[in-house]
């Protein structure tokens, strides 16, 4: 080692970049020249690439791009050799045909040549023809080639036919038509230039994420009806609506629709199948039959295709191509109850109408068709389902961290105290700016924002929606805010977006009906945390606020909606609530979905007629689970349609049943009496006081004795039935979850259930008014005042 | 510009549910990463998307009660456990749903393997994903022949010599443009990966 080479510590120092600039330009210079030390750098660049890359770096090189894995052109020939087999093998295309159809390649990195474009890859094929990525050289642009099948037979007429038909296309111009750049012959075969899309077609996408939600099949739907509508005001037909013929320029928010008038009958003869189209999945019925066909006819396979997009089926049965083409010549199309599709209601209606077997009874246009859309899409609030921003909003709304109550940061101060000079309660977490209204906070909020809500005691507030955005909405600590919803019209809070509410109280006074539910969850999860719920009438209003304590159940037995309603596609999560009603339910699942709708609910308190209410349709599907709660009810689970259930899953867990009227499930209509066979029912330590009749029918006669009962309940060893009352008073009570030794048979018997945990954690009464529960009630305030001191 | 930074660990930034620019970076970092293990797990993309959404909530709800000791485990094993955790769960749960016949889903469960974990993929996919991505945020940083140097050599397995010659370069300088490219690259690794105190031994050998 000469002078002038630096000590090992400087070369650990430069590899751990805690060397200065200049330093290091002087040790590069020492390093150029001396071998020795260059080498002891290089054997630490090693170590540091061993602990990087592992051993070799193949497995970084495998997730690199085709081009890019080697510099070496040998390789990257061999590389680009067995994508041509790849491609080959994908699009099942003939090699032998292939070549035969390009020239050699002008340069390298490219298949062949064809018409003067140099072909890069082949981008896909279908019965039609081939579709060659290509590169136009003289104006250095990236196009599509799409060549038409050589195996099918086109005499003169029908190429003149096509070429008219694309000039007519490439004369249009519009934001939802694929341009056509050119067209020719080459071999003998038509082609068509075009632009090429990266980003694929929709068959593409749909292969990956079968299906889509109602918001973009909407979207999707409106850019291809405006296509046809431009294209049928010009007299071209497209006659071949398929997802491959719908290409996405970037994401679905521009989508393109290709190759019209391409799907040419050869003979125009009935019953002819000599069809240029390969599928018949999207066909008309007046089309698969080679009857002649017009502009309702392209509505149809608009029809088709959004059928598929919606439910991810295609809208024929059948699996051969003489299957779906007789399906298809017959009218008898798959409905979107057949396939349990997920559609607002505007929407089916309008795939309805597109897939019907008459052309008379179809839209008459595609205008009428953008309409029937546009009306459809104001219905319906979209919200972002994917993508980074909204997944860590979702995280961080349903996983819990949002956590302490208090505010903290200088936004909160300030906030603070403009809501105390300005008595504005209401200001987004983060953001300075008080708000008058609850809904106003909640429209100016965005997407994953927190509402906080500052007051205490009650105040009037607006019914309002979250137009589609996720959303939390939160007391601040040390405050109890309870929204008192006065508009009986509308649900009061619309979730149409995923929403978390903590430590709320939401209460609903009716005078008269009211017909809707106090929160409905449309189509997203919702969450209530430490919340109360109350619905009742005046009167039992002004004993609430002042006692503190639940409404009488009274002895009306009129329906009334439910205080949570979810509707398809939703769920709802509740942690430490209560929920008190003298009036019907407190959760009505409605509706049938792909999803079963879910309620997950623990540590709650329910006071209430009915706790579960099934509004079922057919293929109703629920999964509805209870851990360490109390239920005092009339009943627990309503079916509805018990006929329509399709599945309904239920699980108990250390839960708390006073079923005063003793009826576990009521069915509203049990036609085959198989109902039970679509109920799967489990618990585990669980205590019920009840007596008698555990299924009714909606007249209320038993439909099930207690020893049925035990046969369709499976009731675990360690749940019991008991009709001590007392019992269950202290049991209810107790703060103390364990049941002593003195409660007979109950011996070993748990309940988590801890009512400190309800709502600000402040002790409640339960009292009733039905006389052959006085006595019980007395009881239960004995109890309540001895666990208070 | 000394090699000190004094920025916390993007780790350490996690632990701040509010610090939105550490958790986009790490959602945008990690969140291929998860993916495309699950896709090579037999997951559809609509089925990977989702349990990359679970594992991502889970990580939030943990990573601030997470006390991270490097000598115990490293972010790469646990975060291993957690997406190895959901994509059993996946598979546990499409086994007691089953679907409708013919749904890739179950064929893609029936020919999977939910139990076996691989380790190793992950360890390789976790190091690979990570490289290419501090690869990505210092490429401009560097001349392209010294890049090059680096990339041709490190990863795509060229012969020291014959790059060397291709680019002109002395063997010597070619050292050291590896061991430019080389540094830089651990230190934005490390950026994300470690805390700061936990600092890189420069081992030798």
Known sequence: ?789 | MAGARTQPSLLLRLRDTEDHAAWSQFVSIYTPLIFAFCRGRGLSEADAADVAQDVLKAVAGAIPRFNYDPSRSSFRNWLFTVVRSKVNNFFATRARQPRRAGDTTVQRFVEGEPDCASEETWRREYQANLLLWAAEQIRSEFKDATWNAFWRTAILAEAIEQVAADLGLSVNALYVARSRVTTRLKQVIQSVECDPGAVESVSHG
């Open chain 1, 1 to 789: 080692m000469a002078d002038g080479c630096p000590a090992r510590a400087t070369l650990d120092a430069l590899a751990a970049g805690k060397i200065s600039e200049d330093e290091r330009g002087q040790l590069e210079t020492h390093f150029e020249r001396c071998l020795l030390c260059a080498e002891q750098l290089e054997a630490i660049t090693r170590a540091q690439l061993k602990q990087m890359v592992g051993l070799d770096g193949s497995h970084v090189v495998a997730r690199l791009p085709r081009e890019q894995r080697s510099s070496d052109p040998v390789v990257l020939a061999s590389l680009m050799r067995s994508a041509l087999e790849e491609s080959l093998a994908f699009a099942s295309v003939d090699p032998v045909r292939l070549i035969e159809l390009l020239d050699p390649p002008r340069a390298q990195g490219f298949l062949g040549t064809f018409a003067g474009y140099d072909v890069t890859e082949i981008a896909g094929s279908g019965g039609m023809g081939l579709v060659l990525k290509a590169r136009d050289p003289t104006l250095e642009r990236t196009v599509a080639l799409k060549i038409l099948s050589p195996s099918r037979a086109w005499d003169e007429e029908s190429v003149g036919r096509f070429l008219r038909e694309a000039r007519t296309i490439a004369a249009i111009q519009h934001d939802n038509i694929v341009p056509v750049y050119s067209a020719g012959r080459e071999k003998d075969l038509p082609y068509l230039v075009m632009p090429f899309y990266v980003a694929g077609t929709l068959e593409q996408r749909l292969q990956q994420v079968p299906r889509m939600g109602v918001a973009h099949v909407i979207r999707i739907g409106m850019q291809l009806a405006r296509a046809l509508e431009v294209t049928h005001a010009q007299g071209v037909l497209h006659r071949d609506i398929k997802p491959s013929n719908v290409l996405l320029e970037g994401g679905l928010d521009r989508v393109r629709l290709a190759d019209f008038g391409l799907a040419q009958p050869v003979s125009q003869s009935f019953g002819a199948q000599e069809l240029i189209a390969g599928t018949p999945e999207y066909m008309s019925p007046e089309q698969a039959r080679g009857e002649p066909v017009d502009a309702r006819s392209d509505l149809f396979g608009l029809g088709a295709l959004l059928f598929r997009l919606a439910t991810g089926e295609n809208v024929y049965p059948g699996e051969s191509v003489k299957e779906i083409l007789r399906s298809a010549a017959g009218g008898n199309p798959k409905t979107l109850r057949d396939v349990g599709a997920d559609v607002t209601p505007a929407l089916a209606q309008i795939l309805n109408r597109l897939l019907a077997p008459r052309p008379e009874e179809r839209f008459a246009s595609a205008t009428e068709v953008v309409d029937a859309l546009a009306r459809a899409a104001s219905r319906y609030r979209r919200w972002i389902k994917r993508g980074a921003g909204v997944a860590l909003a979702a995280c961080l709304i349903l996983s819990g961290t949002v956590a302490a109550l208090d505010c903290s940061g200088i936004t909160a101060i300030v906030n603070t105290l403009l809501s105390r000079g300005r008595g504005e309660s209401f200001f987004i977490r983060g953001r300075f700016g008080t708000y008058r209204e609850l809904a106003d906070a909640v429209g100016a909020a965005r997407a994953g924002e927190i509402v906080e809500v500052r007051y205490s005691g009650e105040r009037v507030t607006r019914n309002f929606r979250l137009g589609g955005k996720p959303l939390i909405i939160r007391a601040v600590k040390g405050f109890s805010p309870i929204l008192y919803a006065t508009n009986n019209a509308q649900p009061f809070i619309l979730a149409d977006g995923p929403l978390t509410l903590e430590g709320l109280a939401l209460m609903r006074f009716t005078k008269g009906n009211a017909f809707t539910a106090l929160i409905t969850a449309e189509g997203a999860p919702l969450a209530l945390l430490n919340c109360r719920l109350f619905r009742g009438t005046p009167l039992s209003a002004n004993r609430l606020i002042r006692s503190g304590s639940f409404v009488p159940l009274s002895d009306e037995d009129r329906v009334f909606p439910p205080l949570i309603a979810l509707d398809p596609s939703s769920r709802c999560l509740m942690r430490n609530c209560l929920v008190t009603s003298s009036q019907a339910g407190a959760i009505a699942l409605r509706g049938e979905g792909r999803e079963p709708i879910r309620a997950d609910i623990e540590n709650c308190f329910f006071a209430i007629r009915r706790v579960f209410a099934f509004r079922s349709v057919p293929g109703f599907r629920a999964e509805l689970k209870a851990s360490a709660s109390a239920f005092v009810s009339e009943e627990l689970l309503d079916l509805g349609n018990a006929d329509m259930v399709e599945r309904a899953t239920v699980q108990w867990a250390d839960c708390i049943f006073d079923l005063f009227q003793g009826t576990f499930v009521r069915l509203y209509r049990h036609g085959n009496g198989e109902w039970f066979r679509a109920v799967d029912w489990k618990e585990a330590n669980t205590v019920y006081a009840g007596r008698g009749d555990f299924v009714r029918d909606r007249r209320g006669r038993r439909v099930a004795s207690e020893a049925e009962w035990n046969t369709l309940a499976r009731l675990s060893t360690n749940s019991h039935i008991t009709t001590d009352r007392r019992l269950f008073a202290g049991i209810v009570m107790r703060a103390n979850p364990q049941v002593s030794a003195s409660d007979a048979n109950l011996d070993g018997l748990q309940t988590r259930f801890d009512p400190k945990l309800i709502g600000e954690g402040k002790p409640y009464d339960v009292f009733r008014t039905r006389p052959e529960h006085r006595e019980w009630q007395e009881k239960v305030q004995r109890a309540v005042r001895e666990w208070q001191r």
